[in-house]
Nanobody, 116 residues
Framework: VQLVESGGGLVQAGGSLRLSCVAS????????MGWYRQSPGKQRELVAT???????YNADSVKGRFTISRDNVKNTMALQMNSLKSEDTAVYYC???????????WGQGKQVTVSS
């Protein structure tokens, strides 16, 4: 499974950005998909996930502000980020996981910078 992200960039605090991810290859293996982020000096953290069946998880830090969506037919996923804060600044990674083998797949990462 290959994952390619687009979007992100620079925005002022309170603004919005959107990240997109396109999956290709053996997309049937991408049972669970989501987004992680990593800030300098910090561990990579889970932001949100959405399963093929539609079950959704959002980290407490982004609840009410970020919305994850997924199109299983087009093999795409998006993260709409509203009311952005400076602490949301990070590199965001598209992620997918095969339930049966536990194989994980990662995109190359996209920078999101929120200026205060």
């Amino acid at each position: 499974v290959q994952l390619v992200e687009s979007g992100g960039g620079l925005v002022q605090a309170g603004g919005s950005l959107r990240l997109s991810c396109v999956a290709s290859g053996s997309t049937g293996r991408a049972n669970n998909m989501g987004w992680y982020r990593q800030s300098p000096g910090k561990q990579r953290e889970l932001v949100a996930t959405k399963s093929k069946g539609g079950n959704t998880y959002n980290a407490d830090s982004v609840k009410g502000r970020f919305t994850i969506s997924r199109d299983n037919v087009k093999n795409t996923m998006a993260l709409q980020m509203n009311s952005l804060k400076s602490e949301d600044t990070a590199v965001y990674y598209c992620w997918a996981k095969n339930y049966f083998t536990s194989d994980e797949y990662w995109g190359q990462g996209k920078q999101v910078t929120v200026s205060s």
